[in-house]
């Protein structure tokens, strides 16, 4: 028996195959796991749909961490789609605006660069918990978000 067999899964921040995110999805694929992928804007909404059909995960849902609304939405999507709920989701997710990451750290940083990075690649993973823990409510969940530490050691 596969694995993950019966489990159902979102898998966020698939920006290409080479992305973390997408090795993570085909192997919850591989081991029988159901899964919604997610898109952040329409730039990557085919891209993301040809991974999902190769994986067999159906229609991408349409998830702007940096709105609440869409937040929302995802998640009515989501429940929607999984009337009985589902058992976690991987949180790989990162962004910076693009100065703020070109030529040195101290020249390209700005506090608002800085807050909407966190806004992005932090705050996003807290919200979607907020948002989506009551869907997982009598699954044995598991939320996996990625992290730069990552690389260096693991944190709990």
């Known amino acids: 028996m596969a694995l993950l067999a019966g489990k159902k899964f979102l898998i966020t921040g698939i920006s290409s195959n080479r992305s973390i995110a ?21 730039r990557f909404k085919d891209r993301v749909q040809g991974f999902a059909d190769e994986l067999g995960a159906g229609q991408v849902i349409k998830l ?20 009985d ?22 020249e390209g940083i700005t506090r608002e660069g800085f807050l909407s990075a966190m806004n992005i690649s932090v705050y996003s993973y807290a919200a979607l918990t907020k948002k989506l823990l009551p869907q997982m409510e009598g699954h044995k969940a598991s939320l996996l978000t990625l992290s ?9």
Do not use: M
Not at 32 to 37: E, H, K, R
Not at 87 to 105: K, L, Q, T, Y
Not at 148 to 156: A, T
């Open 85 to 106: 709920g589902f058992d976690g989701f991987v949180h790989s997710i990162g962004w910076a605006p693009r100065e703020a990451i070109s030529g040195s750290f101290l």
């Open 64 to 83: 702007d961490v940096s709105s609440d609304e869409s937040v929302d939405l995802a998640a009515l999507e989501l429940a929607n789609r999984w009337s």
């Open 148 to 156: 730069y530490l990552g690389g260096e050691k693991i944190v709990p």
């Open 22 to 42: 997408y090795g993570i999805a085909q192997a919850c694929a591989r081991e029988g796991a159901q899964l919604a992928l997610s898109y952040n804007n329409e």
